[in-house]
């Protein structure tokens, strides 16, 4: 029975506790276990739910040197935050203790355990934290060779990583063929670290594909699994040709044979095969060339070998299945003839085929007789022989022709043989060469015609020249109708022939095109040769107008220029008003006549001439109106009229200002002018205390004319007042104007910032403003503003010693951290000319620490005053009610507040134990009261 309670009593315990712990877990939420990556960040979430008061929060962990000890690592203690470990960030609150956390170590691998403690209990509960380690992957490539076949081999590695990674292959998304190998390996380490390795080993000429993928599958990696692609080579098979072409080396031909694989990896072994082995000991030069991509091997031989045969070249490669051959067969040639190819030489009467005629006349010269070779050889050569000797001088073979430089002689006549040979191949001909005697006849030469036209002095030369005839020959002109011009005629002779010339003269210039024809006689000729010629009509003059203005004594005179670019002879100028010649614009033309300026004609290298006139006239005689400049010329059917408006002339424009003068402390008063044609008269009408500097300008702009006079004064010596200018000019106009001269002050200048003054001299305006800044800090400003009508102005502060003080527009700044330096007094002074006006700032430096001193002195001796006049009040009312008993208690306890006070009653009063009779109080004694007055002086600059 005893047993059964204590079962009982344990059960009950038991549950209490489990519902406690329970209780206290949902007080808290935490996360159980957390896997990290070695070198990357995670976090550690650990928050209170509950109601109570957190005074302490932490995350501990074992102690690596003492096991049964818990190492604090981050969290708030006294509600202050704290870190005793790098790895970890603050805790967002005291409640929620969630931390990010670096993972440095493999060590960082344990249990953490989250604390939170209040006033009545500690809640704790852990978390496990598993680290992995991600791994380095690392691929090689290599190659050997084993038995003539070429291998590669890719070593793929995932070093340092935790847990072991696992590596597989991939072709082409496929595992590897049964061609290939593969190999594993793995090492592990103390530190719970391991590296897997994997070979993959293959036949290059088996493998199609350029990459190979490893494989590689870890907890870490994105996705579980990483794909490196590693590039490997590869063979392809090339494409392989054969060719053969002649050279001539030397003169010797060789076939070149030329063996080509090209594209190819590796290359491919070349071979040649000749039909006759025997002879291969006569190969020369084989040549081997590699290109880019291309694999060649070249073998050459005598021409007259192989002729006929079949060449063939043989080809080996990893990627082919058996050898290649290709085969090329060489030609066969043969020569079967040679025939006279000229026909015109041949004597139609010859009827034998074996011997060919040929019929020359005696004299005749460059006679060339042109052979043909029937056969499909590449090349021949041609030899001749007359009757088995060398051929007679000048006669030669030149190509296939048998040529006779010379003139024809009869000793050139006799029988010739030629024959066409290409190494044994051969074949000839019989010419009969026969020479005619040559018959003379009566001599006709026909002439040479030839047509030249010049230009010279405004006339055109046209010779039409018939040279070298026998016998001489006619020469005439067929003209258009009314067109006629002197012709003359001359005759030459020279080695027995004749020239003749005929040149016409006619105008250089036409308006109209001339077609005309020189028309030539001889007995040459079956009909009369024609030569014709065009003349194109003249090219129009070239017209150019332009004016310009002038003055002279101060009127405006407009000079209009007409310039004609024209073929010779110069055009003649003229000129009217308007468009149209009128009796009105004639003898309004007539008054400038005299003006008018003709420039000599300027005659230029390639025939042209250029005229140019000049018209001078007063600008307003034509203004608004338009002058036309007439040309006349032998290229115009009719004189060509240009002509130019000449601008009307405007009103005069006055106008009258005042304004400040740059860089200069003066002043400027403007009195301007603007009009055409004529000037004008300027003067000032100033007060009598001007003493300022005046100045006069005249520009003249084409036919306008600007004149300003000018006055330079100070403004303190016109200011507020009027200045007037008078202008005059020849017309007989008069104005006058006036400018007033503005009128400025400067009131004042105060400060914008928040001061206080420091003594008041007169009225209601402070002089000096007091003003504290904050030691140590930057960028303080001191704000100004101005006071007045002026529109611009110059600020400048300075310290008490006259030193300049930097500012920043209508501020004075302070720049750098301020110190006591700083304090003292300044003068700040607005100017505009001679308007100025200041103020005076008494700069004071404080620190927060003198101002929470003065706070504390002040706040202190206000308590302490308070705290005194109570206890005196306390005194005089516990005197008042307590009687005699108590007057020598409360004169001690008064004791030590005698000198903080001042006693207003008599000397008489101040002795001992006193008695005063008051009247009407029937004899009795009282103590006199003592009347005491407290003075707290406290002060400060805040």
Known sequence: MGCSGLLILGFVLCVSHCLDMLDMEEDMEIDRNVTGILGEDIFLRCQYLGQNDITDASWKRPDSRMKRLMKKLTGYKNNKVFSKDPDFSAPASPTNLTVKMRVSTLEAQGEYTCVFATDEEEITNSMFLTVLARPDIYTVVTEDTDNATHYQSVTCSATNGKPMALIRWEINGSPP????????????????????????R???????????????????????TTYVTV??????????????YLVLEDGEEFWVVTCGAAGGRPRADITLVLPNQEVSSMLQKEVVMDAADTWVRSYRFPAELHEGENISCLFDHPKFPHRELRTVTLPAFSLSAVRLQNPGLADSSNESQAVESVVLVEGQSNTTIELEVVGDVPRYSIVCTKEE??????????????TLQGPVELYHAGLYECEASYYSHRASVLLDITVNPHVKQPVTVPPSIRIDVQDRLGDRFIECLAADSVPVANVSWVLPEGVSGPSRSSLTSHNGTFSVSSVLVLPACSAQELNMECVINHTGFVLPERRQITLPVCAPPNITIQSSSEWEEDVAYTLVQCTVDNVGPAATISWSLGNQDSDNSTSQLMEVQEQQVHGQPELHANGSVTVRSVLRFPTSMFSGQNVTCVVDHLGLERPERTGILLRGLESPVMRIFVGRQRGSPLWLAVCEYRGDRLGAHLSWVLPDNATGHISFCSVYEGVRVLTNLTYEFSLALHEGQDLICLIQNHHGLKERRTVHVPKYYI???????????????????????????????????????VYGSVPTYSLTCQRNDGTLVQMDGRALLFQSEVTEREAGLYTCQASFYHHQASVLIQVEVTSEDKQL???????????AAITILLIVTLCVFCKINGGDRLASKKRESLAPLTSLTQELCSPELRKGKTAVTVPGGGGQEYNQLLSYSIVIDARSTV
């Open 177 to 200: 063929t049964n061609d290939s190998s593969v190999g594993m390996t793995n090492t592990s380490y103390t530190n719970g670290t391991a590296t897997m390795t994997s070979f993959l």
């Open 202 to 224: 293959f036949p290059t000429h088996l493998q199609d594909q350029d990459r190979v993928t490893c494989v590689v599958q870890h907890p870490t990696l994105p996705d579980l």
């Open 231 to 244: 590039r490997v080579e590869t063979f392809v098979a090339p494409n392989v040709t054969i060719e053969t």
């Open 389 to 402: 000797q060398s051929l007679p001088e000048g006669v030669a073979v030149f190509g296939s022709a048998l």
């Open 747 to 785: 009131s004042s200048v105060r400060v914008l910032n928040q001061t206080t003054p420091l003594y008041k001299p007169y009225g209601d305006e402070f002089v000096i403003h007091r003003m504290s800044l904050k030691e140590n800090f930057h960028n303080q400003r001191i704000l100004l503003k």
């Open 853 to 863: 001193m003065i706070v504390f002195i002040v706040c202190f001796s206000s308590a």
